[in-house]
Structures are given as structure tokens and as C-alpha cells.
């Protein structure tokens, strides 16, 4: 059997196998094994016809940003609309056959924005170009997905489907859970809260199927037993996911409101420039970018000219943007702004900002 069939089979058994207590740890079991048998199929081919890696763009700007969506959604003409490139865009489907970067320009950052072929389900497995497409996509810092707002419901569920089996987690944290190689072997398993959904023996099965026979496991949080398998996988990824439903201009007001209620959604129109201002809002928001200014002494700081970092970039990350050396010239910084106590205050390079603080750094 090859290994999309034995992973077909499990799909099955589990949709089968009924939800409760006395299948609890056979249903745990088969999770385990189909992640075990997706992470197989992921694993880079060795013929060269069936290429896993992602288009050749490279990076640029201050944040990433992935539009994924099925073929004529209307991701090419976001593109033109939202930056001065140009990503021809057709009625008909797979018009774009590649990744075409655009920049947007927002509140002083640049973003980048990927304009990607369309994808279809199967599309993790190697259809259309689906696989290259998703390991973009995992090189983003959010993904918008574009939906069809006539149709989005049933792209929106294969799609998540599609992503999720790559090990794309979206809109989710890592799991809470403290797993590290334990001295002296076996197995120590602790939970810090009450667990609904894992028990010990659940835990030493799972364990059991993937071979790791000595670990300290400590439960944080109130985990399902996937959200352990991804613990013990490892390579997942956790991505903010924005779901944009466009062409509401097809649409009935009625449908529109349905549409904009839904968590971490957006309804566009693209055709008619609707909402586009607010879509850049939740974007900004999604990227949890931080703008730094800089201020000489003496001198009023430089509103013009912010420094765009990640959310949680310490006083260290600054003096990378400003300068290779300033690091290690560093003496003190101070720092006007929510992230200190006291406006100035004297702070380290392991400091904290946060977004619109002014800084003012003084070399040894
Ligand atoms: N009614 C309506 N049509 C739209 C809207 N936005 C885009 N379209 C149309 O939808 C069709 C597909 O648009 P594209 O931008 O090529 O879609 P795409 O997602 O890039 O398609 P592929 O590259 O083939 O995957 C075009 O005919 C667009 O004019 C919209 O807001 N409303
Ligand atoms: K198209
Ligand atoms: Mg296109």
C-alpha cells in the first residue's frame, strides 16, 4: 500500500471510529500514525520532476505577507490594486502561474505582498502547483486567504484542510507543553491544570508509537491529543491567518453581514474598492509590527523615519537596524514610551519596546 492510500485508510477508520471514552486511545493511536505517515509525505522526493521547494523570491522589506486562495478568487487583482505591480488578471483559472511580489506601503513600513498561483484541494500532495505554493506560504509572517465570498465556505474548510496537513497551524498558538529529553530515561509525565482531553496513558501510547522511550511531558495547558502530536512532530508552523472574502459586490447585504461577523474575516470587494482601507487596518494589526523612533540628544526625535521591528524586538534589535556595531558601542539607552515606568528611563539591550516608543541610544 503506498503511503496516500495508508493515509486514506486511517482517515476513514477515524471518521468512523465514534467519539467517546472507550475510543479515546485507539482514536489517539491512529492520529499519531497519520501525522507520522503526512510528515513521510513530505519529506523531499529524490526524482527532481517533483520539485518541494517554494518559488525563488526573495525576501524584502519589513514583513511578509502570502496570498493563498483558490484559482480566480481575485488574488492578482488585490496585487494591482493594493501595490504599483501589476499581476495579470483574467476570468479564467490559473491565469497566474507563479509568485509575483508587490510592495505595500503602510504606516511607514514596507510589506511585502505574494501574489501566488491559485491552489485546489490535493494541492498539498503535489497538485497543480500546490506544494510550492505552501512552502511560500510557510515563509510568511501572515497568509491572507482569499475567498470567493459566493463560495467561500467550501474553499475556506479545503483549504484550512490542505495547510493543516502540512503542519500550517493558523490563527493558533504553540501548544503550552514542556517536552525535553529526561535524565536517566523513562517517561515523567506531570499537568500543571485539570486535562479534559489527554490522560497519562494516552500520552505513554502516543509516545510508544513514535519510539521515544525516555522524556520529561509536562502539560501547561488543557491539550488535545493533535495538539501534542504537533509537540512531538515539531515542525509546525503558527501563522496569523486573515480569511478576506471577495467580490461581495455578488453578494446580498444580508450575506455581506453574515460574512464580516466571522472571526478573523474581512469582506472586500476588489471590483468595486470596497472595505480595502479597513482589510489594510486588520493586516497591520495580523503583522503586530512595532515602530520605533529614533532621537538624537538635544535634539527632538525623528517622526518621519521609523524603525519597523517585529512585536516583543528588544533595545539590541534596534541597534542591529541602525547599525552593525552599535551593539557592542552600547552603554545605555533611554527610552520614552509605554514600554518603561518613567519617560525617559535608562534602559539595557535586553529591554522590551514597544510600538511608537522613542529611543535614544548613548555609545561607550
Ligand atoms: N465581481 C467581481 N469580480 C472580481 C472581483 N475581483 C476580481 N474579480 C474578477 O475575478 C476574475 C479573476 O481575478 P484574478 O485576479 O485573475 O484572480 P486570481 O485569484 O489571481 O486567479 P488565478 O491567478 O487564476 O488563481 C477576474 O475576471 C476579475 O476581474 C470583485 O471584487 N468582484
Ligand atoms: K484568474
Ligand atoms: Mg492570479
Known amino acids: 500500500m503506498g503511503i496516500l492510500e495508508k493515509i486514506s485508510e486511517i482517515e476513514k477508520e477515524i471518521a468512523r471510529t465514534q467519539k467517546n471514552k472507550a475510543t479515546e486511545y485507539h482514536l489517539g493511536l491512529l492520529k499519531a500514525k497519520l501525522a507520522k505517515y503526512r510528515a513521510q509525505l513530505l519529506e523531499p522526493s529524490k526524482s527532481s520532476s517533483s520539485k518541494g521547494e517554494g518559488f525563488d523570491v526573495m525576501k524584502s522589506g519589513d514583513a511578509r505577507v502570502a496570498l493563498i486562495g483558490f484559482p480566480s478568487v481575485g488574488k492578482s487583482t488585490f496585487l494591482s490594486l493594493m501595490t504599483s505591480t501589476a499581476s495579470e488578471a483574467a476570468s479564467y483559472e490559473f491565469t497566474t502561474l ?12 514596507n510589506i511585502q505582498l505574494l501574489d501566488l498561483p491559485g491552489i485546489i484541494e490535493g494541492a ?8 510550492q505554493v505552501i512552502a511560500v506560504a510557510r515563509t510568511a509572517d501572515v497568509v491572507i486567504m482569499m475567498l470567493d465570498a459566493t463560495k467561500g465556505e467550501v474553499q475556506r474548510s479545503l483549504l484550512e484542510k490542505e495547510l493543516e496537513s502540512v503542519g500550517i497551524r493558523l490563527n493558533k498558538h504553540k501548544p503550552n507543553i514542556y517536552f525535553k529529553p529526561k535524565k536517566g530515561g523513562g517517561i515523567s509525565f506531570n499537568s500543571t491544570v485539570t486535562l479534559t482531553q489527554c490522560s497519562e496513558k494516552l500520552v505513554q501510547l502516543i509516545l510508544h508509537e513514535y519510539s521515544i522511550l525516555t522524556r520529561r511531558v509536562l502539560f501547561r495547558e488543557d491539550c488535545s491529543p493533535d495538539e501534542f502530536i504537533d509537540v512531538i512532530v515539531g515542525n509546525r508552523v503558527y501563522m496569523p491567518c486573515l480569511y478576506v472574502y471577495n467580490k461581495i459586490d455578488q453578494i446580498s447585504m444580508e450575506e455581506v453581514d453574515r460574512l464580516a461577523r466571522k472571526p478573523d474575516s474581512v469582506v472586500i470587494s476588489c471590483g468595486m474598492k470596497l472595505n480595502l482601507d479597513y482589510l489594510l487596518e486588520m493586516l497591520w494589526e495580523y503583522l503586530a509590527l512595532t515602530c520605533i523612533y529614533t532621537k538624537k540628544r538635544g535634539q527632538r526625535p525623528d517622526f518621519t523615519d521609523a524603525i519597523i521591528l517585529r512585536k516583543g524586538a528588544s533595545v539590541e534589535h534596534v541597534c542591529h537596524r541602525i547599525h552593525r556595531s552599535l551593539a557592542s558601542q552600547f552603554k545605555y539607552a533611554l527610552v520614552w514610551g509605554t514600554s518603561t515606568k518613567y519617560s525617559p528611563q535608562r534602559v539595557g539591550l535586553t529591554h522590551t519596546m514597544e510600538h511608537e516608543d522613542v529611543i535614544q541610544i548613548v555609545k561607550k
Open 98 to 109: 507563479t509568485c509575483i511580489p508587490g510592495v505595500i506601503e503602510y504606516k511607514g513600513a
Open 124 to 131: 498539498a500532495q503535489g497538485k497543480g502547483r500546490g506544494r
